[in-house]
């Protein structure tokens, strides 16, 4: 077996959409690879500003008192130049100069798939953290973020069942996760939604109907329906439509939670696991693994290669959707 590359400079990034915890991440990564004599450097949106050449060095002063914030400090930004040979090329070189020999990107699925093909290219060893907060990413129990975005839904969704009570309305909540169910499932069960419609399972509106009608007839009004925006009906201007058309009697509203997911402090929790994996992206750099993302399985570490990260996503079992109809009977 070949030694590692010595690793002298480690530039760390944030890409796709922001995350809270990514704050906690960066501070982990930076502190990490200070303690271990290397030098650090912050890239300011993403990829784009790699290719920008918007770099600068970081100090343990550069990531003191961020743990707490939401977004990131370096900012965040789709790069299409960066999917170009030339655009890796100008990224690349903007690496070189500085001595920059390593790097920890910290986004999803999409952001992986840009570090895998920068690393095959110019050799530049890559570790990933999973920033998201739809937890659609396989090889780890949570992503950052999650734990905040599905926190900060339950609260609104317990929010609107409070008026949703005192006027006997039938809510349809529309909640983050364009290809993954996984905030509409927790914030759903956690605030005892009558339905959730995600996009890993085709949306049974005849069901959903009918199991509202038989409520109607028994006099259960309140009810609360949360659907992830990539539900394969359409969101919740869809399913409000038919179940208006259909409920006639019932005063059915529209509730789109939207970016607040996104944003606020993190939770202890995403605090915890941003942390833990940034202190083991830089351990996983000097022990000469590469190339690989760093999840949490079972309170253990995990590392998953670049491409089976970017290739598989978690999957939602039955038990959970047996749970949702038992519980929501």
């Not at 990933?128 to 780890?140: R, S, V």
């Not at 929010?159 to 499932?185: N, P, Q, S």
Request: hydrophobic share 40%; charged share 25%; with cysteine.
């Amino acid at each position: 077996m070949s030694e590692p590359k010595k690793i002298s400079s480690i530039g760390v990034l944030t890409s796709g959409g922001d995350s809270p915890g990514m704050n906690a991440a960066i501070r982990a990564v930076v502190r990490t690879g200070l303690y271990h004599g290397i030098e650090m450097y912050g890239i300011t949106r993403g990829y784009a500003g790699m290719i920008d050449d918007d770099i600068q060095k970081m100090e343990s002063r550069s990531v003191a008192n961020i743990i707490q914030r939401g977004g990131t400090i370096l900012k965040t930004a789709r790069c299409k130049e960066f999917y170009e040979k030339e655009g890796r090329e100008k990224a690349y070189a903007n690496l070189k100069k500085r001595g920059i020999n390593g790097l920890v990107i910290i986004g999803g699925d999409g952001s992986f798939k840009g570090a895998l093909k920068f690393s095959q290219d110019f050799d530049i060893p890559c570790i990933g953290l999973p920033g998201t907060i739809d937890k659609d990413i396989a090889g780890t129990d949570f992503t950052i973020g999650f734990d905040t975005a599905v926190n900060t839904a339950v609260e609104a969704i317990d929010k609107i069942r409070d008026t949703a009570d005192a006027h006997d309305r039938l809510f349809v909540i529309e909640v983050m996760g364009r290809d993954a169910g996984y905030i509409a499932l927790h914030s759903g069960i956690a605030t005892g939604a009558e339905h959730i419609l995600i996009p890993e399972r085709k949306t049974d509106i005849e069901g959903v109907v009918a199991s509202l009608l038989e409520k109607e007839k028994r006099r259960k009004l309140v009810n609360m329906i949360v659907v992830a925006e990539g539900d394969g009906f359409g969101g919740a201007e869809e399913v409000s439509k038919v179940v208006k058309s259909r409920l006639p009697n019932a005063d059915v509203r529209v509730c789109i939670l939207g970016h607040i997911q996104r944003g606020g402090s993190p939770t202890c929790l995403d605090r915890l696991i941003a942390s833990r994996m940034g202190y083991h992206a830089v351990e996983s750099l000097l022990e000469g693994r590469y190339n690989v993302m760093v999840g949490i399985q079972n309170n253990k570490i995990l590392y998953t290669p670049l491409e089976k990260a970017v290739k598989a996503k978690q999957k939602i079992g039955e038990q959970w959707m047996r749970i949702i109809k038992i519980l929501a009977s």
